[in-house]
């Protein structure tokens, strides 16, 4: 079975947020970048656990700049066969990513799309449902739980308060939460392995995006914490009742 | 010029957040000279329906092809954008659950639509949406560079505006797109609980209960508030809780009214996920635990002590109230 899994690079998640150019556009400066967890925790690791079970190979995608490539490079180290990175550079949007992957993914005659159930960066959730309509696959959405039985694969997906269990034939795209599978650490051997494992550099298409970021802003600061004594602290609900009004 | 909005349905009822749906695009077309208008797809009764007119919806379409009764993003997402031409629609609003997550990107793709995802306040005059980024810790000013505009809107960010008007319902004629999902089965939590991404009020917890034994005090906190229950994530790792509970950077996203957080230190990747909560009540015996500073009210002491008055005193509270 061939696997694709999609990568996005996002701050490291201990990162404190801020802006440039008169809040328009993002900080890079001492930012450490990394594999967006859900990318690498779930959706990679289901890929190759389903790999190691069954055969097959998997290959990672990531649009952007070869500034990308040492991230990507830890992809390879968790065990994925090949990296593709589509060599595109400037602000993109959701739908020009997802419009560049679907072009790899129509011509790549993979099986399986997986990618994490949203960035940590910009928690939109949109690239998976997005490459799905533009190839003209069915996507599930926060899945759970994947299992394969010959071309049929045995899903669990999220849904508010409780979880529906779902059967879709190859290929497909799926985004992956919490439950999938337990994060792996890269060896020694994955490590050195990575180096020269094939990282393909693709010209993109120069897909416009159909939206732009005008302006960034931080939430306004917290006023201080109105302290309760524990001897009192029955007093938080009057607080909340007339205070807060909330309940 | 229509704004529409899609009307979600769970187990034969209208979703929570499709009136707030309907609220977002009922303000949004009276300021702008349109019609708000609502398509909801799958079996209801129109009775149920017509109660969006409360929240400005002027008219309804409604499909009840039972097609529609098990979610297919794709199938969903066609049939949306197929009323959304045929009404004339240059707006799409969607609620940004688990469904509308799928439903948005897919007719943003579809109709080559730009979509802001995860709104947090109306458009401006310029068309600019307001959506939180980088998990809680900033916003973004979005514009849409197309004529037709997708809007998924977080769940308890706007709010569900209640007012008077009456909606007409009207069948629509929409030819499902052959479904290739089959869903075998549908489990849902039972209860009057909101689910976590629902709820207005959570009670969360965290290692500083010492382990799963002591969520009793946690539970009944939550039952005398009518909150949902959630935890930190090293609490659901340690399986301490069920996973759906974790919430974070790398769990639920929330933003309740209320969210009071009991021996949670209040990390980084913690208060990414909670920090849009209206107001936040912390419990934790360190002064110096980093949650006080995200906090509106705090108490410094042992929930084993706190918690129970805190109980005690909601009950208190609620038979005052009748
Ligand atoms: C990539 C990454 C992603 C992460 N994502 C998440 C996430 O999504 N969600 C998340 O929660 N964490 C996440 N974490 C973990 C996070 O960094 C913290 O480790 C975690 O939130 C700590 O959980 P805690 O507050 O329950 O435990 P601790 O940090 O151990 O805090 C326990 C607290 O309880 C207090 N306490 C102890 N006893 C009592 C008592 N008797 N009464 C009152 N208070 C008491 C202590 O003072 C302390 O403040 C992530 C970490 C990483 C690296």
Redesign the interface.
């Given at each position: 079975m061939k696997f694709l899994v999609c990568i996005s690079l996002v701050?490291d998640?201990?990162?404190k947020?801020s802006?440039i150019d008169n809040d328009t556009k993002f900080n890079n400066d001492k930012v450490q970048w990394i594999l967006n967890?859900?990318d690498e925790?779930y959706a990679l690791v289901r890929a190759l656990e389903l790999k190691e079970a069954n055969g097959g190979t998997v290959t990672v995608i990531n649009v952007g700049s070869a500034e990308n490539d040492q991230v990507i490079r830890k992809a390879l180290a968790i065990g994925a066969d090949d990296a593709i990175r589509i060599d595109a550079t400037g602000e993109l949007?959701?739908?020009a990513i997802?419009?560049e992957i679907a072009e790899v993914v129509k011509s790549g005659g993979y099986d399986m799309i997986l990618l994490g159930k949203?960035t940590?960066?910009?928690?939109?959730?949109?690239?998976?449902?997005?490459i799905?309509?533009?190839t003209d696959l069915?996507?599930?959405?926060?899945a759970?739980k994947l299992d394969m039985n010959g071309s049929t694969a045995h899903l669990e997906r999220?849904?508010?308060?409780?979880?529906?269990?779902?059967?879709?034939?190859t290929p497909?795209v799926i985004s992956c939460a919490?439950?999938m599978a337990e994060a792996r650490i890269p060896n020694m051997k994955g490590i050195m392995g990575a180096k020269t494992k094939p990282l393909n550099v693709v010209t993109p298409k120069g897909i416009a995006?159909?939206?732009?970021?005008?302006?960034?802003?931080?939430?306004p600061a917290?006023?201080a914490?109105?302290?309760?004594?524990?001897e009192n602290?029955?007093q938080?609900?009057?607080?909340?009742?007339n205070e807060?009004k909330?309940? | 010029m229509a704004i529409l909005f899609f009307v979600e349905l769970?187990e034969g009822k209208v979703?929570k957040a499709s009136f707030e749906a309907a609220s977002y695009a009922s303000e949004f077309a009276s300021s702008t000279g349109k019609e708000a208008i609502g398509i909801a797809l799958g079996t209801i009764d129109d009775q149920q329906l017509s109660d969006l007119g409360n929240y400005g919806a002027k008219k309804i379409l409604h499909s009840n092809n039972t097609a529609f009764d098990n979610?297919?993003?794709?199938q969903f997402?066609k049939a949306i954008a197929e009323v959304a031409t045929q009404v004339n629609a240059d707006t799409i609003v969607i609620s940004q659950?688990?469904?509308g997550?799928?439903?948005?990107?897919?007719i943003?793709?579809?109709l080559?639509?730009?979509?802001?995802?995860?709104a947090v306040g109306l458009p401006d005059a310029n068309l600019?949406v307001?959506k939180?980024?980088?998990?809680?810790?900033?916003?973004?000013?979005?514009?849409?560079?197309?004529a037709v505009k997708v809007i998924s809107v977080v769940p308890n960010s706007f709010g569900a505006k209640k007012g008077s008007g009456s909606a007409g319902i009207e069948a629509v004629n929409i030819t499902p797109a052959s479904s290739?999902?089959?869903?075998?089965?549908?489990?849902?939590?039972s209860g009057d609980i909101?689910?976590?991404?629902?709820a207005e009020?959570v009670v969360s917890a965290g290692r500083g209960m010492k382990g799963p034994e002591n969520w009793g005090i946690i539970e009944d906190l939550a039952t005398a508030?009518g909150a949902t229950t959630a935890c930190s994530r090293p609490v659901a790792d340690v399986h301490w809780r069920p996973?759906?509970e974790?919430v974070g950077?790398?769990?639920v996203?929330i933003r309740p009214?209320?969210y009071i957080a009991i021996g949670i230190s209040g990390a980084?990747?913690h208060l990414?996920g909670v920090?849009q909560s209206?107001?936040i009540?912390?419990v934790n015996k360190d002064p110096e635990a980093p949650f006080?500073?995200?906090?509106?009210?705090?108490?410094?002491?042992?929930a084993f002590?706190?918690v129970p008055?805190?109980t005690?005193?909601?009950k208190?509270?609620k038979a005052s109230q009748h």
């Open positions: 701050p998640t201990t990162t947020i802006f967890p859900y925790w949007d959701s739908f997802a419009a949203e940590i960066s910009y928690n939109s959730s949109n690239v998976g449902g997005m799905a309509e533009l069915p996507f599930v959405s926060y759970s999220d849904i508010e308060g409780g979880k529906e269990i779902l059967e879709v034939d497909f919490k439950g995006p159909l939206t732009t970021v005008v302006k960034y802003e931080l939430p917290k006023s914490c109105k302290m309760i004594a524990a602290a029955e938080l609900i009057e607080l909340l009742h807060a909330i309940i | 769970a979703k979610f297919d993003a794709n997402a659950t688990l469904a997550k799928a439903i948005a990107p897919s943003s793709a579809r080559k639509a730009g979509l802001v995802a995860g600019v307001k939180g980024v980088f998990s809680g810790k900033a916003f973004a000013y979005v514009k849409v560079d197309t290739r999902i089959t869903v075998k089965e549908v489990t849902r939590q909101a689910p976590l991404p629902e009020l508030l996973h759906h974790h950077q790398t769990g996203a009214n209320l980084i990747q990414a920090n209206k107001v009540v912390v006080f500073k995200a906090a509106d009210y705090g108490i410094v002491g042992d002590e706190v008055k805190l005690a005193a909601v208190a509270f």
